[in-house]
């Protein structure tokens, strides 16, 4: 399959360098990178990376409505 992908000059360039002092070409290096991401499952949102949202306790569940400004009581800003 083809696609096509934006690469900033400076990167590319690098890659172009990289690719003739190993002996490969870009297209190897670029299938190597996703191949290597996708096997060690880097590019998977684990549990800790995920982003934690204040719990706001009501004595009565269901029965809190919050407008824009009463979030305010609940959930300190700095």
Excluded: H, N
Aim: aromatic share 8%; no cysteine; hydrophobic share 35%.
């Amino acid at each position: 399959m083809r696609t096509t992908i934006d690469i900033p000059d400076s990167i590319y360039r690098e890659m172009k360098v990289y690719a003739a002092s190993e002996g490969t070409t870009i297209k190897r290096i670029v299938l190597e990178g996703i191949v290597g991401r996708l096997r060690s499952g880097a590019g998977a949102v684990k549990q800790m990376d995920r982003p934690r949202f204040p719990v706001i306790r009501s004595r009565q569940p269901g029965s809190l409505k919050l407008g824009e400004e009463g979030v305010y009581e609940y959930i300190p800003f700095p």
